[in-house]
């Protein structure tokens, strides 16, 4: 007779059994977890195309620009939509028709029109076709917002005070609304003073939901330079100001930078200060600098000379980069698409010794790849963001405050200085080079140059224009004088089949992301990889953990979820088995 079994002999194998099946009911929530993250960002964010929307009924010249995706967004944050707004650039009486006449300045005045001033039926297709959608795609397609649910309605003060008064609105803007718009732009182009935007009305939260919108009718340097400075514009009219970033506490102002004696203005918010420590490779850095500039707020053209908010951006391309990013998203008002951001050579794993020193003497030694020496100002080489072929001329510290420092670095010289930019096409474009629409700087092996005339000068030119085509990762490249694009690996050189590369000379293969990162119109090459859609809580990067350090983690806690599984159905068997075996017939 088999003895009778008592249930409390197994207690304690079924407390264990209970706690081990309660974890693997964990790690099984868990992977449900991670299998729905994949299915929702399983090939990074939903792939995104920039919409053109067709005027609605009523809309005039209003179209919408906006990033369409195959899949909704999260936590309420979406692309923002941008409507522009052109009827200025199709009233005779609000652009230039021919030189001589009187017109609107738009900032309260009238003035006469130059010949570069006519805006051409041309220019105004190519603003409406070409450039604003490049402009707009590059803001919405990083930066999101809560969208609003309701037509936008434009109020009617903004026609009352400001330049945005300045500006045609259309009647039904203000009673109807904008369907599906959370920002709208007032577009005009009158002369070639600049290039500007302004807010013109705000949200109940402070986000700017219109702005004007001024665009220069002319475009010597190209498309990809008119795309990018239009952008430049767009961004100051979604809120990047210094005004918007003192509202938001975002500001420091810091004494003693590099030996100046005034203050200097630097964005200390967290988003801002983490990927500026990130860029520059700095940990002590307290922000991000900032210079007022001719009545807008810009980086420090010192310190971020190539992207798209320096100085610089208003008048060439410039690179959207995490720097730009953060200080929208440290606003409140977006959210940064992480993996958008642009690469940046200039100030690149610099050290905090060239944010902290001034530059002297031995700084073209320490940064080659930024700055140069004066005394080699008879060299023309590739300006840093391979834009354009240049010598030493240019100080790029001439706009802070009182800071007793000469940073010179490679800009194109003299009075036809648009003449050395790769873009642009001519007769008195640097010798041995191709300029046009797709091409970029590269170095080679030294050239002489020789004077035509009774100067008698003589210099040496390691650099030359040529047309870049980007592949799956890879690099070609079309030379003056070549058939066809040829295969340019990194860090290797091709020979040029041509007259005007005698003597063997070469070229030099770029990286990648030098040449291929901003696209011959001005867009922008970079997509969204798996696993780019953002790092920690709501899309939030999550500043303080290494993403290896999480792969990793994520990694053991699969393999353990695993293994408890296994163990947890081990068990059950042996201990049906043993209850079965030990039970009375």
Aim: aromatic letters at 8%.
């Amino acid at each position: 007779m088999r003895r009778r079994v008592h249930a409390t002999q197994f207690l304690s194998l079924a407390v264990f059994l209970l706690l081990l099946m309660y974890g693997a009911g964990g790690c099984l929530a868990a992977a449900h977890r991670r299998a729905f993250d994949e299915e929702l960002w399983g090939s990074g964010r939903p792939p995104t195309a920039m919409v053109r929307e067709l005027p609605r009924k009523g809309q005039g010249a209003t179209q919408a620009y906006t990033v369409a995706t195959s899949g909704e967004e999260n936590s309420g944050w979406a692309p923002l939509r941008i409507a522009v707004s052109t009827e200025d650039l199709k009233d005779p009486r609000k652009h230039c028709t021919k030189e001589g006449e009187m017109k609107p300045d738009f900032r309260g005045h009238y003035s006469p029109c130059t010949k570069d001033d006519v805006l051409t039926s041309d220019v105004r297709k190519t603003l409406v076709d070409e450039i604003l959608p490049v402009a707009v795609g590059l803001h919405a397609e990083r930066l999101l917002v809560q969208r609003m649910k309701t037509p936008l309605v434009v109020p009617r003060l903004i026609t009352e005070h400001g330049r945005c008064k300045y500006f045609k609105i259309p009647e039904e803007h203000h009673t109807v609304g904008l369907k599906d718009t959370d920002m709208v732009l007032y577009v005009a182009s009158r002369s070639n003073y600049g290039t500007w935007a302004i807010p013109c009305a705000f949200a109940e939260d402070g986000r700017p939901i219109a702005g004007a919108l001024h665009i220069m009718p002319s475009y010597t340097l190209g498309v990809m330079h008119f795309a990018r400075t239009t952008a430049h514009a767009i961004a100051h009219a979604l809120g990047f100001s210094m005004e918007q970033m003192k509202k938001h506490d975002m500001l420091l102002n810091v004494t003693d930078v590099r030996g100046g004696s005034s203050p200097v203005t630097v964005v200390k918010s967290p988003v801002t200060l983490s990927k500026a420590k990130l860029h520059y490779g700095c940990d002590t850095l307290k922000g991000m600098e900032m210079v007022y500039y001719f009545d807008a707020s810009l980086w420090s053209l010192r310190n971020a000379k190539d992207e798209l908010m320096s100085p610089f951006g208003t008048m060439y391309a410039g690179y959207y980069t995490a720097l730009t990013m953060a200080a929208f998203e440290d606003l409140g008002y977006y959210r940064a698409v992480w993996g958008m951001e642009e690469p940046m050579v200039w100030g690149n794993n610099s050290g905090c010794e060239f944010l902290d020193n001034p530059c002297s003497e031995e700084t073209p030694t320490t940064y080659p790849d930024m700055f140069c020496d004066k005394n080699d100002a008879l060299s023309i080489r590739c300006t840093s963001n391979r834009q354009a072929i240049g010598t030493c001329n240019l100080d790029v510290e001439y706009t802070v405050h009182d800071i007793k420092e000469t940073c010179n670095a490679i800009f194109p010289p003299g009075n036809s200085e648009h003449h050395f930019f790769c873009t642009v096409e001519g007769p008195d474009t640097p010798p041995g080079s191709l300029h046009g629409k797709g091409s970029w700087c590269l170095d080679a092996e030294p050239l002489p140059l020789l004077s035509d005339d009774a100067s008698n000068w003589k210099l040496t030119a390691p650099a030359v224009c040529a047309m870049v085509q980007c592949e799956e990762g890879k690099v070609k490249v079309k030379y003056l004088g070549g058939s066809d694009f040829e295969p340019c690996p990194e860090g290797e050189f091709i020979t040029p089949k041509s007259d005007h590369f005698k003597g063997g000379r070469r070229i030099k293969c770029p990286r990648y992301e030098e040449v291929c990162t901003i696209a011959a119109d001005g867009s922008s090459l970079i997509n969204l990889k798996k696993g780019d859609h953002g790092k920690g809580d709501h899309g939030h990067d999550d500043y303080e953990n290494d993403d290896n350090e999480n792969d990793d983690y994520g990694k053991g806690d699969h393999d353990g979820c695993a293994a408890a599984v296994v163990l947890s159905s081990l068990l059950l068997a042996v201990i049906a088995a043993v209850v079965v075996a030990t039970l009375p017939l």
